[in-house]
């Protein structure tokens, strides 16, 4: 199977965690998108739809589901998103996408986080994928000394020579050659510094379940 067609079942079986007349978060990337696809589908049986990024938003109106403003919503059943690294006890890396602080504010609202992913995203030690940092502009040069600090070697994101800018209007700092064996602690140490909107680690709020695709079928760890 291709990773494409590993993603694709992941999304199809994330559908039984969607609950009948209520509001779904959900998340950016590839494998969210198959996932909005499947929505599409039984998108009668929902309320509506609380999207992490523009792209999300827009793939799930081309589909005819209704967006809510996430300030028009107090909580949800589910959040649903992919991830780009997870380990052994839900938490992971976020943030490929650029769409992680979105995510992580969406996914604070919900009481489940159901991450969708194909099997090479599951990691014993998190940190081979660049740990994606949000930063206002103004402070991307101090973010990256004090994160080079820590230990990390960061990259300011950039596209056609630009700096990527995310949907807050901030830039991201890629931090790669990092070994995370307490996330919690990063995630706390790198939201510690000043300039930084939030890190794409997801250890304070991992995920509950994670369907994983691989090649004898989803897997489902629960956490
Ligand atoms: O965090 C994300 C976007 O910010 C994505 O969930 C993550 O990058 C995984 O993407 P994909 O499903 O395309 O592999």
């Known amino acids: 199977m291709t990773q494409d067609e590993l993603k694709q079942a992941v999304a199809k079986a994330?559908?039984?965690?969607?609950?009948?007349?209520?509001?779904?978060?959900?998340?950016?990337?590839?494998?969210?998108?198959?996932?909005?696809?499947?929505?599409?589908?039984?998108?009668?049986?929902?309320?509506?739809?609380?999207?992490?990024?523009?792209?999300?938003?827009?793939?799930?109106?081309?589909?005819?589901?209704?967006?809510?403003?996430?300030?028009?919503?107090?909580?949800?059943?589910?959040?649903?998103?992919?991830?780009?690294?997870?380990n052994g006890g839900g938490a992971m890396i976020k943030g490929g996408g650029a769409a992680l602080t979105r995510e992580k504010i969406v996914a604070s609202v919900a009481?489940?986080?159901?991450?969708?992913?194909?099997?090479?995203?599951?990691?014993?030690?998190?940190?081979?994928?660049?740990?994606?940092?949000?930063?206002?502009?103004?402070?991307?040069?101090?973010?990256?000394?004090?994160?080079?600090?820590?230990?990390?070697?960061?990259?300011?994101?950039?596209?056609?020579?630009?700096?990527?800018v995310t949907d807050n209007g901030c830039y991201i700092i890629d931090v790669l050659g990092l070994s995370i064996t307490d996330p919690a602690d990063v995630e706390d140490k790198i939201n510690n510094i000043v300039g930084v909107v939030t890190n794409g680690l997801f250890a304070r709020q991992g995920a509950n379940v994670c369907l994983l695709g691989t090649a004898d079928g989803v897997k489902k760890l629960e956490f």
Do not use: W
């Open 111 to 164: 009481q489940k986080f159901v991450c969708i992913a194909d099997g090479s995203k599951l990691v014993e030690v998190l940190g081979k994928f660049p740990l994606p940092v949000e930063v206002i502009p103004m402070s991307h040069a101090v973010v990256a000394r004090k994160l080079a600090a820590l230990g990390g070697e960061p990259r300011l994101r950039v596209k056609d020579g630009k700096p990527v």
């Open 14 to 86: 994330a559908i039984e965690y969607v609950v009948d007349g209520e509001i779904i978060g959900v998340g950016t990337g590839s494998t969210a998108n198959f996932f909005i696809d499947e929505l599409g589908k039984i998108k009668h049986r929902i309320k509506g739809a609380v999207a992490s990024s523009e792209a999300t938003a827009e793939r799930l109106r081309s589909h005819g589901i209704t967006v809510f403003d996430l300030n028009e919503v107090e909580t949800m059943p589910v959040y649903i998103d992919g991830a780009d690294e997870i």
